[in-house]
């Protein structure tokens, strides 16, 4: 069923597809957000029957280069760690008629802790869906243009891109990374550490 999902996620066009090829502009505010721990995990990952397949270290790799060229640039104080489950992929595969211009894609689960509470800010993980944008390169499918590599890497661009625009949204929904543990203020060296919580 969730091989299902993704598949006509990706033919209806129903996810966020932002290139993330904006890194060598400013990086958005942040407030005094700073990456630590930088985790990328795939284990058995699903893909349809239409998709490329590519090895786990593969989508590991390629997501991780991806949250450090995105979030490294920050020098804030706060450390905060990020940790993403790639749990689908597809990989739209060479020799597919122009008439179906597949897409690629990929879906992922986001959960960032806080060193200085020893604690996640979200409880639950954050599911995110991001397709390929359109270019050049992608008009009648990436897979007649890119070799597998090249297309995991610019999924996970995309999905840097993606939790970089939820962390702004969660700074103003919720006040991440203002260098505060909650809307009183109290300094972070108030809350005592995890394993005494």
């Known amino acids: 069923m969730r091989r299902v999902l993704i598949l006509l996620t990706l033919l209806t066009g129903l996810a966020a597809c932002a290139s993330g090829n904006d890194l060598d502009e400013a990086p958005v505010a942040l407030g005094n957000f700073a990456l630590g721990h ?12 239409l998709s490329r397949k590519v090895e786990n270290e593969v989508l590991t ?26 749990d689908q992929y597809e990989l739209a595969p060479p020799g597919v008629p122009v ?13 960032v802790w806080r060193d200085a509470i020893g604690a996640k800010l979200n409880e639950e993980p954050h599911q995110i869906i991001v397709i390929e944008s359109t270019s050049g390169k992608t008009l009648f499918g990436s897979g007649l243009t890119q070799s597998k590599e090249q297309q995991v890497e610019s999924l996970a661009r995309s999905a840097a891109k993606q939790i970089e625009l939820w962390f702004v ?7 991440w990374f203002k260098g505060e543990d909650d809307a009183t203020g109290e300094d972070a060296t108030d809350v005592p550490a995890a394993e005494d919580a």
């Open 61 to 86: 790799d390629a997501m991780k280069a991806a949250v450090d060229a995105r979030f490294g640039r920050y020098d804030g104080d706060d450390l905060h760690h990020i940790s993403v489950v790639i």
């Open 38 to 49: 930088n985790v990328a995990v795939a284990v058995d990952p699903k893909s349809s029957a």
């Open 99 to 111: 008439v179906a211009s597949p897409r690629s894609g990929m879906v992922i689960r986001v959960t």
């Open 169 to 175: 949204k969660q700074m103003e929904a919720e006040g």
